[in-house]
């Protein structure tokens, strides 16, 4: 694709919250036109990664240009502007409840234009065509199902005709049919409108389904950038052959195929983490010395413990 086709280009991204870095220098474009799936465990970044590109946070070192434009630069009138630009579909797909569907979807519009009441319910109308839910217009969203609030708030990203559509989680808490069924519409909506679709997504089957290209974040850093047929060969890459990978791609098979057992549960499995975090064990001397290590700092010394207090309550009850 050609450069000027990229509508968002992330360079050596690092945030970092206290002395935890969640980012660690992430690299990655989006071309318009095509459907990027950001993917990983949980805490590797991914929510953080959409937070900056939507503009609510910002970033330690690296930039988030946006339709040209680096978001670090910006102030709150020209991010805002921007934002107008592109649409988001939230996980729960947060619709104000004492409003219809088409009233939620109307909103954005009497916002943020100035367009004739008529205009708009007839552009609400079309919006809510093009996720099949006009004839649900009147209804609240206590009326609809999970399903059909997640298009509602398609609709309302939708509203004004933006170019990049993010996605977070638009599979959560769906059964497989709707979830198939908001598969369909997203290549649908890509394909029809040519937008530049970012989603956020740990649900293979979806992300398979609808990626034209894949991004596996692991600690805060890119482990592959690749199209979704890369993915499915190192996800089929056969089990007898596994020693040909190195360890970042038996890390990213496993998380494809939703193994039990491989690198990325071996790193999260710290030997003894159980009775460190519990006891406070310290690992490093179980062989001698002192293995109860103090958890907390005791302000008050003469103070009884808490298993002495309920102790001496149980004792004093029975005595």
């Not at 900056?52 to 434009?69: C, R, T």
């Not at 710290?270 to 700092?297: F, H, M, P």
Request: charged share 25%; proline share 3%.
């Amino acid at each position: 694709m050609k450069s000027s086709d990229v509508v968002i280009e992330i360079t050596d991204l690092v945030k970092r919250f206290g002395d935890q870095t969640v980012l660690d220098g992430v690299n990655m474009e989006v071309h318009q036109g095509e459907v990027v799936v950001v993917m990983g465990g949980s805490g590797c970044g991914k929510s953080t990664l959409l937070r900056h590109m939507v503009g609510s946070l910002q970033p330690n070192a690296g930039s988030v240009h946006i339709l040209g434009q680096d978001l670090s630069l910006l102030d709150e009138s020209q991010l805002n502007e921007v934002r107008k630009q592109f649409g988001i579909l939230f996980q729960s797909g947060a619709l104000f409840n004492s409003m219809s569907v088409a009233d939620n979807v109307a909103l954005i519009l009497e916002e943020h234009t100035s367009l004739d009441g008529s205009i708009i319910e007839m552009m609400v109308k079309i919006k809510l065509e093009l996720v099949g839910l006009r004839e649900a217009a009147d209804k609240f969203p206590s009326q609809i199902s999970g399903g059909m609030k997640k298009r509602a708030g398609l609709a309302r990203a939708l509203a004004l005709d933006p170019k990049i559509l993010f996605y977070d989680e638009p599979s959560a808490g769906l059964d497989p049919v709707t979830s198939a069924s908001i598969d369909r519409l997203m290549i649908d909506l890509t394909q029809k409108l040519g937008v530049a679709s970012v989603v956020v997504t740990h649900e293979m089957d979806s992300a398979f389904t609808i990626a034209d290209r894949m991004v596996m974040l692991h600690q805060g850093r890119v482990l592959m950038n690749d199209t979704r047929q890369a993915f499915e060969k190192l996800r089929d890459h056969p089990l007898e052959r596994l020693d040909e990978l190195d360890e970042s791609k038996r890390l990213i098979r496993q998380f494809l195929r939703g193994d039990a057992e491989g690198p990325m549960t071996e790193s999260n499995a710290v030997e003894g983490a159980y009775a460190a975090d519990l006891l406070g064990v310290d690992n490093s001397k179980l062989t001698g010395g002192r293995s109860i290590q103090t958890t907390r700092v005791v302000r008050n010394m003469d103070r009884p413990g808490l298993i002495r207090r309920l102790f001496g309550r149980r004792g004093a009850k029975h005595s």
